[in-house]
């Protein structure tokens, strides 16, 4: 059954603040006109650009671009300039991006690292060099614990998206027989782990596959899957080695149902699977749809680039924005806009922002939604109650 987004009303204001996004933003860092020592800044986004997960990075790297040319507009005397670091997803890649990003002392604040593997690697240097980053798609819950000073998410972690998996497998789709695959990265095992601590005895088996385009033949993993007799499957990992993985599946005559996290909510899993293997696939992310985001985003997205927004173009968006809003209000050293990331209270696109202690975003302000692949396309299924 699908469900309409409930959107927030009564109070919130969705007329943009500098950037045409973030409203209603509250801190003690700096007044709200832009001072010459904030212009000539730099904010970078950090996430795959090329590589195997390329479409996820693309599609936040759309959102930052939308809130930096929105800026740039309103801010003519007092530019912006967005730094591209493309990690193609890639852990090992992470530090000398990071390190070039430290080194440009421009660069005020960070979009990213997209994805938990990489922040692993970066988000040492980051904290060290004291440049604040906010991921708008990192979610392995450890992230928060490391005592990184400059580290934010702005979606929830796995602990809000594994367990949200494991009740609408359990509740929904009511599957008595779970077969659980995770692609042993930092982000797919940890997801997989907490689908599993939800299912218990319903797990019949389990299996570890390679990510990062490593592997191709699933043959194995798809003869074990047959042999448990599960009627569900989850898959934690990304979306090029699921789709992958549901095509030979299905050429198996496997019927299971694939339900997989935000790193496979993308139409390029559709792309690799084929329309009629992915059909009926559940998606899950601690996001809302980006097509459902307010104001004028979507419309506005499409018109710099030429598509539709997809998962966390939003988030993105939103996160660039509260790093502008830093600038906007004149803050033109890293320590300042970090003191302004922190005290930061505010409503965006996607949803409303603000951060704990270690950098997580308000639990009260949390939600895991439930995507389906139908007629070809991924669309909102429902979101998942809370437990």
């Known amino acids: 059954m699908r469900q309409k987004l409930v959107r927030?009303?009564?109070?919130?204001?969705?007329?943009?603040?500098?950037?045409?996004?973030?409203t209603a933003c509250k801190s003690d860092s700096g007044d709200d006109a832009a001072s010459g020592d904030a212009c000539g800044a730099k904010i970078a986004f950090f996430g795959a650009l090329t590589g195997p997960a390329a479409a996820l990075g693309v599609n936040m790297n759309g959102g930052v671009k939308l809130a930096v040319d929105k800026y740039n507009k309103e801010n003519a005397d007092c530019q912006v300039t967005l730094v591209p670091l493309d990690s193609q997803g890639n852990p090992e890649q992470a530090p000398g991006l990071a390190q070039q990003a430290i080194d440009d002392e421009k660069i005020l604040g960070i979009v990213g690292p997209a994805f938990s593997g990489e922040s692993e690697a970066a988000n040492p240097l980051f904290s060290e060099a004291g440049l604040v980053h906010i991921s708008p798609s990192a979610t392995r819950p450890s992230l928060a614990d490391q005592g990184w000073k400059t580290f934010f998410r702005a979606v929830?972690?796995?602990?809000?998206?594994?367990?949200?998996?494991?009740?609408?497998?359990?509740?929904?789709?009511?599957?008595?027989?779970?077969?659980?695959?995770?692609?042993?990265?930092?982000?797919?095992?940890?997801?997989?782990?907490?689908?599993?601590?939800?299912?218990?005895?319903?797990?019949?088996?389990?299996?570890?596959?390679?990510?990062?385009?490593?592997?191709?033949?699933?043959?194995?993993?798809?003869?074990?899957?047959?042999?448990?007799?599960?009627?569900?499957?989850?898959?934690?990992?990304?979306?090029?080695?699921a789709g992958l993985i549901r095509k030979q599946l299905t050429a198996a005559g496997v019927t299971a149902t694939l339900v997989a996290g935000d790193g496979v909510n993308d139409a390029s899993y559709i792309e690799g699977a084929g329309a009629a293997a992915a059909e009926g696939t559940i998606l899950t992310c601690p996001c809302q749809p980006a097509t459902e985001a307010r104001g004028t985003f979507v419309e506005d997205f499409k018109a710099l680039n030429g598509a539709e927004p997809g998962t966390y173009s939003d988030t993105a968006y939103d996160a660039a924005s509260i790093l502008l809003a830093g600038i906007k209000a004149g803050n033109g050293t890293r320590e300042k806009i970090l003191e302004f990331v922190k005290g930061y209270s505010g409503e965006g696109?996607?949803?409303?922002?603000?951060?704990t202690e270690t950098g997580e975003l308000d639990p009260t302000q949390v939600k895991v939604w439930a995507y389906k692949v139908e007629g070809g396309k991924v669309v909102p299924d429902q979101e998942i109650p809370k437990a």
Do not use: C, H, W
């Open 8 to 22: 927030l009303v009564g109070g919130v204001a969705i007329a943009a603040l500098a950037m045409g996004g973030v």
């Open 156 to 241: 929830g972690n796995d602990f809000s998206q594994g367990p949200a998996a494991g009740r609408y497998i359990k509740d929904v789709l009511k599957a008595e027989k779970v077969y659980v695959i995770d692609d042993q990265s930092a982000y797919g095992a940890g997801l997989a782990d907490e689908v599993k601590k939800v299912l218990g005895a319903a797990v019949v088996g389990s299996d570890k596959v390679q990510g990062e385009g490593k592997q191709n033949d699933f043959s194995a993993t798809v003869t074990k899957v047959k042999s448990s007799g599960a009627t569900a499957l989850f898959y934690g990992g990304y979306y090029q080695e």
């Open 349 to 355: 696109v996607a949803a409303a922002y603000k951060f």
